[in-house]
Nanobody, 118 residues
Framework: QVQLVESGGGLVQPGGSLRLSCAASESIPRLNAMGWYRQGPGKPRGLVARITVGGTTEYADSVKGRFTISRDNAKNTVYLQMNSLKPEDTAVYYC????????????WGEGTLVTVSS
């Protein structure tokens, strides 16, 4: 069974930067895309950024221009570079992988906490 493990979360000051990493334990069968979602206090989980196997990216409007998603296929890893962090970015960030197995299968990491505060 594929496992996703996130790392890189922590406490940063507003305006600071952080890079999240998500490593899959093995190659994901029929991988379609990988991405990052987040869930802040009192908010539902929502998309932060996503990258398809073809390299197409999409971002939540709230993070455009500040966050960048990238991947290293050889390492089964996806990254999220977060710059100009704001307090409203505080959330648990979850790594996601989309597979086309069984007409759609999602893999999720357990999450890593990002806190933006002075």
């Amino acid at each position: 069974q594929v496992q996703l493990v996130e790392s890189g979360g922590g406490l940063v000051q507003p305006g600071g930067s952080l890079r999240l990493s998500c490593a899959a334990s093995e190659s994901i069968p029929r991988l379609n895309a990988m991405g990052w979602y987040r869930q802040g206090p009192g908010k539902p989980r929502g998309l932060v950024a996503r990258i398809t196997v073809g390299g197409t990216t999409e971002y939540a409007d709230s993070v455009k221009g500040r966050f960048t998603i990238s991947r290293d296929n050889a390492k089964n890893t996806v990254y999220l570079q977060m710059n100009s962090l704001k307090p409203e970015d505080t959330a648990v960030y979850y790594c996601n992988a989309e597979s086309l197995v069984r007409y759609g299968t999602d893999y999720w990491g357990e999450g890593t906490l990002v806190t933006v505060s002075s």
